[in-house]
């Protein structure tokens, strides 16, 4: 069974600087989707950025960028010029690339809190 | 467009009452996914629709939760007898197809507390 693991409960920033969330997970599959998405108190899930496993180059969006190392099974996260409002909690997910199912497994989730 | 909806936004009810909560999806969209958040933790999945076809249940915990999804569109979440351990916030997401490449938006959720 696919497993995603998110060793960091909780990390702090100062507000400009850059920070790295960690995610590893466990496939046997080939094909497959990567997501961060993050979480503010409003409960809201937001997709920060998602990841093609096929795909070597990693994905950008705007400061949110990944490092996707496909043969380690690593997923990280980097916030470039962090900002107060991307204080929130971040899960990382995993979905199957085939087969007829969509359903995202879940980390347990980073909570990111930028100071000022 | 409007995105997902979800209500009640908070629900508080005795243990052993049943509740209904209902879900709202992003018209167009096909599938249709619940999730449970506990306190602190992360989402797990519960039930998903597509189309259809039959659901897929695998994630439900107990026989005590069900959910239909009634003309391709609205979908509620039933549990019975509430427990205080199913204390938590129901997700509720919406796509344009069941296939993982396919970006799931979320709805606000309901946060159910059970006493």
């Known amino acids: 069974a696919q497993t995603v693991t998110q060793s960091q409960p909780e990390m702090s920033v100062q507000e400009a600087e850059t920070v790295t969330l960690s995610c590893t997970y466990d496939?046997?599959?080939?094909?497959?989707?990567l997501f961060w998405y993050k979480q503010p108190p409003s409960r809201q899930m937001i997709l920060v950025i998602r990841?093609?496993?096929?795909?070597?180059q990693n994905a950008t969006e705007n400061r949110f960028s990944v490092n996707f190392q496909k043969a380690a099974k690593s997923f990280s996260l980097k916030i470039s010029d962090s900002q107060l409002g991307d204080t929130a909690m971040y899960f990382c997910?995993?979905?199957?690339?085939?087969?007829?199912?969509?359903?995202?497994?879940f980390g347990q989730g980073t909570t990111l809190q930028v100071k000022p | 467009g409007a995105g997902v909806s979800q209500s009640p936004s908070n629900k508080v009810t005795e243990k052993g009452k049943d509740v209904e909560l209902r879900c709202d999806p992003i018209?167009?969209?096909?599938?249709l996914y619940w999730y449970r958040q506990s306190l602190g933790q992360g989402l797990e999945f519960l039930i998903y629709?597509?189309?259809?076809?039959?659901?897929?249940k695998s994630g439900l915990p107990s026989d005590r939760f069900s959910a239909e999804r009634t003309g391709g569109s609205v979908s509620t979440l039933t549990i019975q007898r509430t427990q205080q351990e199913d204390s938590a916030v129901y997700l509720c997401?919406?796509?344009?197809?069941?296939?993982?490449?396919?970006?799931?938006?979320f709805g606000p959720g309901t946060r159910l507390t059970v006493t």
């Open positions: 997401a919406s796509s344009l197809g069941l296939k993982g490449r396919y970006e799931q938006y």
């Open positions: 496939t046997s599959e080939n094909n497959y989707y």
């Open positions: 990841q093609e496993a096929y795909k070597q």
């Open positions: 997910a995993f979905a199957h690339g085939s087969g007829n199912t969509g359903k995202l497994i």
């Open positions: 018209s167009g969209h096909t599938a």
């Open positions: 629709f597509q189309g259809n076809s039959a659901p897929d």
